[in-house]
């Protein structure tokens, strides 16, 4: 393995729009996010999937030609 090519591993912070601080390690200095998983829908539970115009049932009917 050849020596100094590699990026510096250290210790940094990913910060969301939402107040959210993650301390990690990573090449990279302050990571700015958008979204996180503690303000994101899908993992807050505050939004749910909605079948909109039967296409979970259209897709399931699809698919399930094949058994």
Known sequence: MKTEIHPTYEETTITC???NVIHTRTTKKN?????????HPFFTGSKK???TAGRI???NKRYAKGK
């Open 17 to 19: 729009a939402c107040g």
């Open 31 to 39: 990571i700015r996010v958008e979204i996180c998983s503690q303000c």
């Open 49 to 51: 999937l909605v079948d």
């Open 57 to 59: 049932e259209r897709f």
